[in-house]
């Protein structure tokens, strides 16, 4: 089962950030937290991951709260092209990544 | 950089038949993994190929398997087809078994 929890769905207006939240209280010392996103009918895409401090890359933010029991994705402008499935995922170095359900995002215009 | 590259892109098979999907890893890349992702669900993992040898395994009877080849890139194998069998099958490389996944786009399996 995955050890992560999030929204099945939000909304977000085009050109404003969009916040993914995602719980993952049983995370332990050594994983990290991964966000992927799959647009329909396409393979996972890589967005971004962290182990405890805070992370900027040239598609999104991660933050990770100190106690590392939740984490929020930021998109600084959503676009429509931005809409897709995100998945949270907790994994250690073995590389098996455990898909939960994701939060489809809506972007609209 | 091609990225991850899979074939063939859609298949069609019938129950009981065998079928073989294949994936070319992502340049510089030596770890392969597989996923199984079935409509209206996340992907679920099958197994991860490094250095030639099976590493990790999800939970997937023995109906499935692999092959590593010595230039990285890798084939998934399922033998006696099931209707249930029908999913998207993705492939995923990365620089070492614990770094960032990419994905190739998948290869749609229907088995009728």
């Known amino acids: 089962d995955a050890k992560t929890t999030q929204p099945p769905s939000m909304d977000c207006a085009e050109g404003r950030a969009a916040n993914l939240p995602c719980n993952h209280s049983t995370i332990s010392g050594n994983e990290y937290v991964y966000w992927y996103r799959q647009i329909h009918s396409q393979g996972p895409q890589y967005i971004i991951h962290?182990?405890?401090n805070n992370e900027t890359n040239e598609m999104a933010s991660l933050i990770i709260t100190e106690d590392r029991k939740s984490s929020t994705l930021i998109l600084p402008h959503a676009t429509l092209r931005d809409t897709a499935v995100y998945y949270c995922i907790v994994a250690g170095n073995t590389g098996k990544l455990i898909f939960g359900q994701g939060t489809t995002l809506q972007v609209k215009p | 950089d091609a990225g991850v590259t899979q074939s063939p892109t859609h298949l069609i098979k019938t129950r009981g038949q065998q079928v073989t999907l294949r994936c070319s890893p992502k340049?510089?890349?030596?770890?392969v993994s597989w996923y199984q992702q079935a409509l209206g669900q996340g992907p679920q993992f099958i197994f991860q190929?490094?250095?030639?040898?099976?590493?990790q395994r999800g939970n997937f009877p023995d109906r499935f398997s692999g092959h590593q080849f010595p230039n990285y890139s890798s084939e998934l194998n399922v033998n006696a087809l099931l209707l249930g069998d029908s999913a998207l099958y993705l492939c995923?490389?990365?620089?070492?078994?614990?770094?960032?996944?990419?994905f190739g786009p998948g290869t749609r399996l229907t088995v009728t």
């Open positions: 995923a490389s990365s620089l070492w078994q614990g770094s960032e996944q990419y």
């Open positions: 962290g182990l405890k």
């Open positions: 340049s510089g890349h030596d770890t």
């Open positions: 190929y490094y250095e030639e040898e099976e590493r």
